[in-house]
C-alpha cells in the first residue's frame, strides 16, 4: 500500500502525450492513489489500470466533463464510493489539468468558442475543486493544484489566444483568492504556468510557428511532461506545505517577472 496514504484526483490525465499522464505517472511512482477522471471514460479507465499495474497503487479511472455541474458530482460521488469501500485512500490532492485552446483570431471570435474555452478551462477548475475541497478541509491536509499558462502571464502567443489567455488568467485570479480564503484549513492552493511543452496540443503546428517558440525560449528548447509533472510532484507533496496563493512559471525563462 502506498506511504502518503491518499489519492490524487487529476482531470485530463489520458492524452499519450500529456502533462496529465505524465503527472499521474509522477504521483504513482511517489505512492499516490491515483483518481483519472477525463472526457473519454474508456481512455480513463485504460490508463488507470496501465498505472496500476505498473506502479502497484489503487488506481480508479471515471468519466468527467468538467464544464458540467452534474457530470463533476457524478465523478466525485464515483471517487467517493471507492474511498467508501476501501479501494482508494481519502482523496489529498485535486490537479486540474483539463483545458482546451482555439488558434482563432479575436475578431473571427463567437460567444460559443469564448464560453466554452471559458467553460472547460475555468468554470472546470472552480467545479473540480469545489467538489472534492470539503474533505480536504475536513481532514486538515490537502493540495489543489491549477493548470494555468505562460499565455496568461504575458497576454497570449503562438498557441494563446484571447479566450484561452483570458481563462488562463482568471484561473491565476482563483488561486490566490482560494488560498488566501482557506489558508488556515491545512489546504493549499497553488498554479503552474507552463511555457511551450513537447505535449500532443502541437501535434500539426506549422514550421513558422515552431520558430517562433524556439526563438523566445532562452533555455533554447521546449519543456518535457517530466519536467512539468516534477514540478507538480513537488506542489502536491509534504515540502510544499508553506507554499500556498503562488504561481510557479515553467517556461525555460520565455517570461520572467
Do not use: C
Request: proline share 4%.
Amino acid at each position: 500500500m502506498n506511504q502518503i496514504q491518499r489519492t490524487a484526483v487529476l482531470t485530463g490525465a489520458t492524452s499519450p502525450q500529456g502533462i496529465g499522464i505524465e503527472t499521474a505517472r509522477h504521483l504513482a511512482r511517489e505512492g499516490w492513489g491515483i483518481a483519472i477522471l477525463d472526457l473519454d471514460h474508456s481512455a480513463s479507465e485504460r490508463v488507470a489500470a496501465e498505472i496500476a499495474e505498473e506502479f502497484g497503487v489503487p488506481a480508479f479511472g471515471h468519466e468527467i466533463d468538467v464544464a458540467d455541474e452534474s457530470s463533476v458530482a457524478t465523478a466525485q460521488a464515483a471517487v467517493a464510493a471507492r474511498v467508501a469501500a476501501g479501494e482508494l485512500p481519502p482523496a489529498g490532492a485535486v490537479v486540474n489539468i483539463a483545458g482546451i485552446t482555439s488558434p482563432v483570431d479575436f475578431l473571427d471570435t463567437t460567444l460559443d468558442i469564448w464560453n466554452k474555452i471559458m467553460n472547460v478551462n475555468a468554470t472546470g477548475t472552480y467545479l473540480v475543486t469545489k467538489a472534492f475541497l470539503p474533505e480536504m478541509i475536513e481532514s486538515g491536509w490537502g493540495r489543489v493544484i491549477n493548470m494555468s499558462s505562460v499565455s496568461a502571464q504575458r497576454g497570449g502567443g503562438v498557441f494563446g489566444k484571447v479566450p484561452y489567455s483570458s481563462a488562463k488568467a482568471a484561473i491565476l485570479g482563483f488561486t490566490k483568492a482560494l488560498a488566501r480564503e482557506i489558508s488556515a484549513s491545512g489546504v493549499t492552493v497553488n498554479a503552474i504556468a507552463p511555457g511551450a511543452v513537447d505535449t500532443n496540443i502541437r501535434v500539426g503546428s506549422t514550421d513558422e510557428q515552431e520558430a517562433a517558440i524556439a526563438a523566445g525560449i532562452p533555455i533554447g528548447r521546449t519543456a518535457t511532461t517530466g519536467e512539468v509533472a516534477s514540478v507538480i510532484g513537488f506542489l502536491a507533496s509534504e515540502g510544499a506545505s508553506y507554499l500556498t496563493g503562488t504561481t510557479i512559471d515553467i517556461n525555460g525563462g520565455s517570461h520572467m517577472h
